[in-house]
């Protein structure tokens, strides 16, 4: 779990202790993460499985989620507000858990196929390199700006796709901590790569979000 407190002072380490065993850490599946965080090589594989596992999961309560980010700001504020990257993730992650689960949560209806693997599989396959733990923990933490700089040099046919769509769409409700949405930049770069109905902001009808009534 290094990698979730490293760079965090004592208060936000034990906020982020405390989440793991609290109600918050069963119904988001923080524990996990640690699989992916400890991947080797890929983490696609990994990931998916995370992912099952977080849509499987009944959703966090609202209670839930308000002592989870009572938690964290009272114990990684200082964190925060100084811009310690670990701290501002966590809280992002916290503050925006149900746009953060349904953007993990798309898949196809069809098949099941959850999207934010096979997006990142098809980058992977192009591109001829690993993705990162570090470019999924942007795309958490950083929405639709991170999306769009990991896909910048990638050719459109890897992600303009209903999928890919889909990403963008739950992707454009995540706002990292202490900024607000980067929807607008993202949507004139889609539009301009996939066509303008990919940025409309209309989840795909062959995609569903698992764990809604599914």
Known sequence: LSGLVSGLSTSCQAAAGSLLSSDFGGCSNVIGLVS?????????????????????????STSTLSTAQASV???????????????ISLSTIVTNYNAVRNLLCTQYTSNGTFCVPSILGNVQTVSGKNVSIMQVQGVL??????LTSML???????????????????????????TTTNATAASGTLSDKCGASFADGK???TVRIAGNGT
């Open 203 to 205: 989840l795909p009808s």
């Open 36 to 60: 992916v965080l400890g991947a080797q090589g890929s983490v696609v594989s990994p990931l998916n499985n995370w992912i099952s596992g977080v849509c499987s999961a009944n959703p966090c």
């Open 141 to 146: 933490t950083q929405g639709s700006a991170a």
């Open 73 to 87: 700001n009272a114990g990684c504020g200082d964190d925060v507000s100084k811009g310690v990257s670990a701290a």
């Open 152 to 178: 910048s040099s990638i050719p459109t046919g890897a992600y303009c796709v209903d999928c890919g769509k889909a990403i963008f769409v739950e992707a454009a409700d995540i706002k990292t901590t202490g």
